[in-house]
């Protein structure tokens, strides 16, 4: 199951220079990697996108924190999102600059809840687990 984001071109957005958010046509939200869930591997991913010239993605730029080994599961899952998104034409060479947050669920936490966004340029991408009761 693939969620997304939609942003409407026409929609204000206050300081949408300063993030560029307004270049984001649709944005695939990416998935939690199952071994990074699996091993309770939660942290921050901030990925550069420079947009291309038919609004397709340049290149792409991250850092993750915490600083590990183990971001490139994480980097992975982002790429690979931000190439099945669009972005607007219009912002041939600009960058936009995207912030993912990956966490874990307390336990006990709503299940209903995969994702979120917050503004300017924050998401969230949450795992969670069931809990048995006896």
């Known amino acids: 199951m693939r969620a997304y984001l939609l942003i409407l071109a026409g929609l204000p957005l206050v300081a949408q220079t300063d993030t560029n958010m307004a270049c984001v046509e649709r944005l695939e939200i990416p998935t939690y990697p199952p071994l990074a869930k699996q091993a309770r591997i939660a942290g921050v991913l ?3 996108v420079r947009v291309g010239a ?3 993605i ?3 730029s991250s850092q993750f924190v915490p600083e590990s ?3 490139v599961m994480f980097a992975s899952a982002v790429e690979e999102s931000l190439r099945a998104s669009m972005f607007a034409k219009s912002c ?3 960058q ?3 912030v993912f947050n990956f966490v874990i669920a307390e336990p006990g936490a709503s ?3 995969n994702s979120s966004f917050g503004y300017p340029n924050q998401f969230w991408i949450v795992a969670h687990f069931k ?3 006896d």
């Open 96 to 98: 936009v600059r995207l």
């Open 131 to 133: 809990t048995y009761v």
């Open 54 to 56: 038919d609004g397709s």
């Open 111 to 113: 299940t209903q809840v």
């Open 92 to 94: 041939a060479g600009k």
């Open 46 to 48: 901030t990925a550069s």
């Open 58 to 60: 340049g290149n792409i």
């Open 69 to 71: 080994t183990k971001s």
